[in-house]
């Protein structure tokens, strides 16, 4: 199984703030990369999808890069409404797995 | 806007099966664009992929749970279902059905809660 690794796991920051979060692939993934927001008692959201499409509706301050083994996910301007946990997930191979996940909370 | 509800007991006992449904409205099933998945969570843990389904029938399944999952999809219903056998406290979680696209998960339900205890 391909294992994802985020990084920071928890991260405290402002509004306003431009944050980044990381994502390890055990083994690379070609670009077959998504990041998701999960707020309290709801479901995860789909943000992005092969490493940088921004889904429908996700504002442009949300952006993805990265490619093979390592991937980033940028918030340019930190909103009260962007505080929750973010996962990534692998797609690239069976069985498609998830990060462990990055708590972002208010500074 | 598409909808996606999971229905099923909120309390199984160990070793019974978990069986859940996720009906879907405001979209077809049977569309060849994409997948149709359950995903779960442990209280407070990350996200898990059970498995997926096409509306033909084809279905990929974790391989950590291969062995104990059947994922199936009545197209006429407009639903597909989840089983589980021979639980413990271990499937205790929150499990969602999803709409996948590109294999990402780009609709999903509100989630239900299933608690394996006696």
């Known amino acids: 199984d391909i294992q994802l690794t985020q990084s920071p796991s928890f991260l405290s920051a402002s509004v306003g703030d431009r944050v980044t979060i990381t994502c390890r692939a055990s083994?690379?993934?070609?670009?077959?990369l998504a990041w998701y927001q999960q707020k309290p008692g709801t479901a995860p959201k789909l943000l992005i999808y092969a490493t940088s499409t921004l889904q429908s509706g996700v504002p442009p301050r949300f952006s993805g890069s990265g490619s093979g083994t390592e991937f980033t996910l940028t918030i340019s301007s930190l909103q009260p409404e962007d505080f929750a946990t973010y996962y990534c997930?692998?797609?690239?191979?069976?069985?498609?797995?998830f990060g462990q996940g990055t708590r972002l909370e208010i500074k | 806007q598409l909808q996606l509800q999971e229905s099923g007991p909120g309390l199984v006992k160990p070793s019974e099966t978990l069986s859940l449904r996720c009906t879907v409205s405001?979209?077809?099933?049977?569309?060849?664009?994409?997948?149709w998945g359950w995903i779960r969570q442990p209280p407070g843990k990350a996200l898990e992929w059970i498995g997926s389904?096409?509306?033909?029938?084809?279905?990929y399944y974790n391989p950590s749970l291969k062995s104990r999952v059947t994922i199936s999809v009545a197209t006429s219903r407009n639903q597909f279902s989840l089983k589980v056998n021979s639980v413990t406290a271990a499937d205790t979680a929150l499990y969602y059905c999803?709409?996948?696209?590109?294999?990402?998960?780009?609709?999903w339900g509100q989630g239900t809660l299933v608690t394996v205890s006696s």
């Open positions: 083994q690379g993934i070609r670009s077959y």
């Open positions: 997930q692998q797609l690239n191979n069976y069985p498609i797995t």
């Open positions: 999803a709409r996948i696209k590109v294999g990402a998960a780009d609709n």
């Open positions: 405001r979209g077809s099933i049977s569309s060849s664009s994409y997948y």
């Open positions: 389904i096409y509306y033909s029938g084809s279905t």
